[in-house]
């Protein structure tokens, strides 16, 4: 069983900046493939972005490419999403995903585990 630990989220101004933690259990985490993914009210949940398990490959939604920015530290079992230039369309809630199998890349079918979220609200 991994458990998935959001932190970070919040009330931002548009241009404004956000770092969202994922704190994760688990003794293999450095093999898993980590992702964010996010649901605005009324629409259905949409990938962020993704990074293996060595950290070296990443991808990102278009919609957020050039803003947001996916890390991991396996030393530590976190993985980060920096968002920068916030705009209120980023509004949602921001899940943590795993998946433990390391696939790449990334298909939500394919995650095992998700996080309970954590809200992220971008003001006009």
């Known amino acids: 069983q991994v458990q998935l630990v959001e932190s970070g989220g919040g009330l931002v101004q548009a241009g404004g900046s956000l770092r969202l933690s994922c704190a994760a259990s688990?003794?293999?985490?450095?093999?898993?493939?980590m992702a964010w993914f996010r649901q605005a009210p009324g629409k259905e949940r949409e990938f962020v972005s993704a990074?293996?398990?060595?950290?070296?490959?990443?991808y990102y939604a278009e919609s957020v490419k050039g803003r947001f920015t996916i890390s991991r530290d396996n030393a530590e079992n976190m993985v980060y999403l920096q968002m920068n230039t916030l705009k209120p369309e980023d509004t949602a809630v921001y899940y943590c995903a795993a998946d433990v199998h390391g696939r790449w890349p990334l298909l939500a079918g394919n995650v095992n585990y998700w996080g309970q979220g954590t809200q992220v609200t971008v003001s006009s």
């Open positions: 688990g003794s293999t985490f450095s093999s898993y493939t």
């Open positions: 990074i293996r398990w060595s950290g070296l490959s990443t």
